[in-house]
Every structure is written in structure tokens, then in C-alpha cells.
């Protein structure tokens, strides 16, 4: 549908074409072609040419992004890092605090944790790199979440968002138990991931908000899993964002209102009151 759709030229409607109609937004670009097409009709920056460059030639996903999607993502990723921050200072993590970020893949929001001694980690090296390459001066490390090369208690903080819900059931609490591992006895650890809280609408709708989620979790699973690897949830709250069903329809939603501000707004809203939301919580060490 999105392939029969994408058949106008879209640098000629200078920016006011959603990228799915436009006939160059599913074909690979050089990184000339990025900027002389996508740059010039987006106004895209220099760091987010590189960035969908990097996601079609480098990341090993390969996929072509267009430009008006990965700014929605990168609205989402800043949402969920500021209300991480906002998380942190609330529960007494000062200014200079060591932070580990575990799932930071690309770390396009390290500047929003610029108050805090950063450490990235995450598994795909070539995120890691490219997030080293972005960031000179920050640190970045190639990290399984199952193995986490740190002594016990090395972080006053630990985030890990929007990565738990891509584990098999069976491995979730073998991540949680090695999160506490690293975090002080006194750290908080700041868990973000899409509600999996049941309702009318999901049944119609499809419960996942990604089909790369294996299953999402309802507060009380959260909770129950967060207790099994050694700790207790402290609070909890929503973050803002379009979090949607999984599925072609929803996704040319995204692409429709990706960057009309308002209209994005009032169809989360709806999307969140019927149980599409993503949560973010708190949680401490008990043993």
C-alpha cells in the first residue's frame, strides 16, 4: 500500500508532503542524494543526515527511513529521556552522578543527559560506534545486558528504556537481576516500556505497539518482575508520545501526522485513553 501510495515528487511540495507519498522515500540514497533530496525538501541537519545514512549502510537493520519518521522517533526517545530525568532528580540523583544508559543503541539523547557522568552500553556494536563517533568525549561500551562488565554498585542511576519488552518472558529477569547488579544500594533504576495492560480495544485493535516486542507488560508483571530480580518499584507514571497498534493502517497514521504537532497530540491522547501508552517507572535495590 505505502510502495502503490509513494509515487509523487516530493521536494516539490517543499516539505509539506507526508514522506510516504514521496516517490524517493523508500529507495537508498547516497549521502549526497540524503542531503540534496531529504536535506534540502526537510531542512534536515547535518546530524540527522548522518543518521539515516548510518541506519541504510551501517546499522544492521539496513532499513530506509524517511525523514519525517525518524524525527517522530527522535520525539519519542527525547519524551522518554526527559521524564527519565525529570525521574532521576526527583529521587535525589545529583548533578554529576554516574549513569549507566543500557539499550542506548545510537545515544541521539545524550545531550539531555548531560548533568550526569554518562556510560551508553549496548549489545549492537555499529550503534556503539556511530553513538562514539556523534558524542567524542562521552563514553560508550559494547554490552550484553545479561553481562555487564562492571563491579557490583558501580552506578548511582541506571536506565534502561524501551528495551526490556524486545526479551523472550524467560530472560527478563536475568537482565533486571544484572540492572541491580551494577546499581548502588542506594541507586534508582528508571524503567520505560509500552503498557500491556488489557483492554476492549486491544483485543479488536492487537495488544503490541511493535511487532519486534515479543510481549508487553501490564503494571503488576512490571512489578512482579522487578521484586524477582531484587528490588521493588517505587512509582510510576506515563510518558507522552503516539504509541499505536502494530499494523500497516496505524503506521500511515504516524506518517500522516509525524510532523503536525497538534494533530499528533489529540490522536496519542485517544491512542493513550485506550490503553496504548507507554509507562515509565522507578525502582530501587532490596537485597
Given at each position: 500500500m505505502i510502495r502503490l501510495l509513494a509515487?509523487?515528487?516530493?521536494?516539490?511540495?517543499?516539505?509539506?508532503?507526508?514522506?510516504?507519498?514521496?516517490?524517493y522515500s523508500r529507495r537508498r540514497k547516497s549521502r549526497v542524494e540524503l542531503q540534496n533530496i531529504c536535506g534540502?525538501?526537510?531542512?534536515?541537519?547535518?546530524?540527522?543526515?548522518?543518521e539515516l545514512f548510518h541506519a541504510q549502510e551501517n546499522d544492521p537493520d539496513r532499513v530506509v527511513i524517511p525523514?519525517?519518521?525518524?524525527?517522530?522517533?527522535?520525539?519519542?526517545?527525547?519524551?522518554?529521556?526527559?521524564?527519565?530525568?525529570?525521574?532521576?532528580?526527583?529521587?535525589?540523583?545529583?548533578?554529576?552522578?554516574?549513569?549507566?544508559?543500557?539499550?542506548?543503541?545510537?545515544s541521539?539523547?545524550?545531550?539531555?543527559?548531560?548533568?550526569?557522568?554518562?556510560?551508553?552500553?549496548?549489545?549492537?556494536?555499529?550503534?556503539?560506534?556511530f553513538a562514539a563517533a556523534e558524542h567524542p568525549g562521552c563514553s560508550f561500551t559494547a554490552q550484553s545486558a545479561f553481562h555487564l562488565g562492571f563491579r557490583e554498585g558501580s552506578f548511582d542511576a541506571v536506565l534502561c528504556?524501551?528495551?526490556?519488552?524486545?526479551?523472550?518472558?524467560g530472560e527478563r529477569v536475568k537482565v533486571i537481576r544484572e540492572l541491580f547488579r551494577v546499581l548502588s544500594k542506594?541507586?534508582?533504576?528508571?524503567?520505560?516500556?509500552?503498557?500491556?495492560?488489557?483492554?476492549?480495544?486491544?483485543?479488536?485493535?492487537g495488544a503490541k505497539c511493535e511487532k519486534s516486542h515479543f510481549r508487553e507488560l501490564p503494571l503488576a508483571e512490571v512489578e512482579n518482575l522487578v521484586r524477582d530480580g531484587g528490588g521493588t518499584v517505587?512509582?510510576?507514571r506515563p510518558v507522552q508520545g503516539l504509541?499505536?497498534?502494530?499494523?500497516?493502517?496505524?503506521?500511515?497514521?504516524?506518517?500522516?501526522?509525524?510532523?503536525?504537532?497538534?494533530?499528533r497530540r489529540a490522536i496519542g491522547k485517544t491512542w493513550a485513553s485506550m490503553g496504548y501508552r507507554t509507562l515509565l517507572y522507578a525502582a530501587v535495590r532490596t537485597r
Open positions: 509515487v509523487l515528487d516530493g521536494p516539490g511540495f517543499h516539505g509539506r508532503l507526508p514522506c510516504v507519498f514521496c516517490r534540502a525538501c526537510r531542512d534536515l541537519s547535518e546530524s540527522e543526515v548522518r525523514p519525517n519518521m525518524l524525527r517522530l522517533s527522535r520525539l519519542h526517545s527525547d519524551w522518554r529521556y526527559q521524564a527519565a530525568t525529570r525521574a532521576l532528580c526527583e529521587h535525589g540523583i545529583a548533578s554529576g552522578a554516574r549513569v549507566l544508559d543500557v539499550g542506548c543503541g545510537i541521539a539523547q545524550t545531550a539531555l543527559l548531560r548533568a550526569f557522568r554518562i556510560v551508553g552500553a549496548d549489545v549492537n556494536l555499529e550503534r556503539i560506534q528504556l524501551e528495551v526490556i519488552e524486545h526479551f523472550p518472558s542506594r541507586g534508582i533504576l528508571i524503567l520505560s516500556t509500552p503498557d500491556g495492560r488489557s483492554t476492549p480495544w486491544k483485543t479488536m485493535l517505587i512509582g510510576h504509541i499505536q497498534p502494530a499494523g500497516k493502517v496505524t503506521a500511515m497514521i504516524a506518517h500522516c501526522v509525524a510532523d503536525k504537532p497538534s494533530l
